[in-house]
């Protein structure tokens, strides 16, 4: 879409009869919203679903597998929380008239364009044959991380039923977060400064930082008018960056991420 194009577009959802203010959109109130407001907002909720979705089905064989049963029963609860957030999101867009399949084939239309291939690769290599139960805890500590700073912006939608939904998904995911930092101190613990720790950790935070998307677009304009989107990718990657290192720091192992490419889609320079 062209910057004047996207200009009119901005114009226009300014000058519409809503105001898009956190919470101020609910159901009866979508078929008067602009065509644009619907097409975007049922973009990102599809998106939002079949990542959640595929936190659950990639990574639920891992129950069998994890280390212990007390280690077990708290990965098992969060395999179940991020099922009901598919949930959740499928249900809304289901209300929305875009059946599940609908919204897994608007996902994966956007995860097979070239320059969004990263974005969904963490989600989509939990599942890997290859992976270890530091690579699943790993996906907690740094997927789950982003995916907080991307659900708390969701949090201020204009679109009050997703908003509320995220608030819900926002506070277990916090849970997630902190079952995978202890696994890391643990695995920390026990590997100390190896070649193996380095690798993962640099693999799972390239993941990380890639899960936000590109770099921001002028579409990215018309998503904060809209108030689907009130901050944009790098803005929400800078927080998620600075959190991370807040973290590191703490650990005192500031040393353990080490980045070949450090912009999108970033790489750790030991993929595959």
Request: hydrophobic fraction near 40%; glycine fraction near 6%.
């Amino acid at each position: 879409m062209s910057s004047t194009v996207t200009a009119i577009a901005i114009a226009d959802a300014h000058a519409a009869p809503f105001d898009y203010a956190p919470g101020s959109i609910d159901f009866p109130d979508l078929p008067n919203v602009p065509e644009e407001y619907r097409h975007e907002l049922i973009r990102l909720m599809a998106i939002q679903a079949y990542s959640e979705e595929k936190a659950a089905t990639e990574g639920i064989e891992w129950i069998a597998n994890a280390p212990d049963y007390k280690r077990r029963r708290v990965f098992a609860k969060i395999i179940a929380e991020e099922a009901r957030h598919s949930y959740l999101i499928y249900n809304l867009l289901e209300r929305m008239g875009v059946a599940e399949k609908q919204a897994i084939a608007i996902a994966e239309g956007r995860a097979h364009r070239p320059m969004h291939d990263a974005s969904l690769e963490g989600p989509l290599s939990v599942g890997d044959e290859s992976n270890e139960w530091i690579d699943i805890m790993l996906n907690h500590m740094f997927l789950d991380r982003a995916g907080k700073f991307m659900v708390g912006n969701f949090c201020e939608a204009s679109f009050k039923p997703w908003a509320e939904a995220n608030q819900t998904i926002l506070r277990e995911e916090r849970g997630h977060i902190g079952f995978g930092f202890a696994e890391l101190r643990t695995y920390l613990a026990e590997k100390g400064e190896t070649n193996e720790a380095r690798i993962k950790i640099s693999n799972w935070y390239a993941k990380g930082l890639n899960f936000f998307g590109p770099p921001s677009t002028s579409r990215g304009a018309r998503l904060s008018a809209y108030g689907l989107k009130r901050k944009d990718n790098e803005t929400l990657r800078n927080e998620f960056r600075a959190e991370v290192e807040d973290v590191f720091n703490e650990l005192g192992r500031q040393d353990l991420i080490e980045l070949e490419k450090n912009d999108f889609p970033y790489r750790s320079g030991n993929e595959g």
